[in-house]
């Protein structure tokens, strides 16, 4: 079955590189997927990556994807207090997006000052 | 912001009553979700809809049932609410066919089951 592997906490300092992990399963899957939630919110979709890329950059956010090890990446440029959240990993159930994502279990981005 | 209501956002029950949570969608998407999220597991997939009356189980869907009789509402129901069920409840959209096909999310509903 799919699993989505993630670590739970990382703690950066303000204005370093935050570098968040995640293993996924399915080779099938044709986007992958970033979500944030912050406290008390719903998630809301960060970035995504097509399942043919290995890099994609948007402002502060860096993809990397790595296919032969099933390995993606989220960095994120000089982080502020606002980044605090919970940064999700999600892949597609089977490939095509219907069945619906799964999910790591999160990464509590954590902000020292 | 996708348009997604969800209710109630709050609710309290005892063990062993009903329980109904609602998802409206404006968006007019096909696929609708609902997802738990419980600490150390993260979000689990309860049952999906593919569309009107066209319902399937997901990775937790015991003790749960789903209906969908229009594209825009999607019931998930608690026949007879247990402790195990309290949980913070996401409904979600996506429209497949779109790009990327990502899901939009509710803001949630808690539910305490006591």
């Known amino acids: 079955g799919e699993d989505v592997e993630q670590s739970l906490f990382l703690s950066v300092r303000e204005g370093d590189s935050s570098v968040i992990n995640c293993t996924y399963t399915?080779?099938?899957?044709?986007?992958l997927y970033w979500y944030k939630q912050e406290p008390g919110a719903g998630l809301q979709l960060l970035t995504y990556i097509f399942s043919n890329m290995d890099m994609k950059q948007d402002q502060r956010l860096t993809v990397l994807l790595n296919k032969k090890d099933k390995h993606l990446s989220l960095r994120i440029a000089d982080t502020q207090t606002g980044d605090s959240a919970i940064y999700f990993c999600?892949?597609?159930?089977?490939?095509?997006?219907?069945?619906?994502?799964?999910f790591g279990k999160g990464t509590h981005l954590i902000i020292q000052p | 912001d996708a348009g997604i209501t969800q209710s109630p956002r709050h609710k309290v029950t005892e063990t062993g009553t009903p329980v109904t949570l609602r998802c409206h969608q404006t968006?007019?998407?096909?696929?609708m979700y609902w997802y738990r999220q419980d600490p150390g597991h993260g979000l689990r997939l309860i049952h999906y809809s593919y569309g009107v009356k066209d319902t399937d189980k997901g990775e937790v869907s015991d003790g749960y049932s789903v209906s969908r009789s229009k594209t825009e509402d999607f019931l998930l129901t608690l026949e007879s609410a247990t402790s195990s069920q309290t949980s913070v409840y996401f409904c979600a959209i996506s429209e497949v066919l779109a790009d990327t096909g990502e899901l939009f999310f509710g803001e949630g509903s808690r539910l305490t089951v006591l």
């Open positions: 399915d080779s099938s899957s044709t986007y």
């Open positions: 999600a892949e597609s159930i089977s490939g095509g997006g219907a069945d619906g994502l799964t």
């Open positions: 968006e007019n998407h096909r696929y």
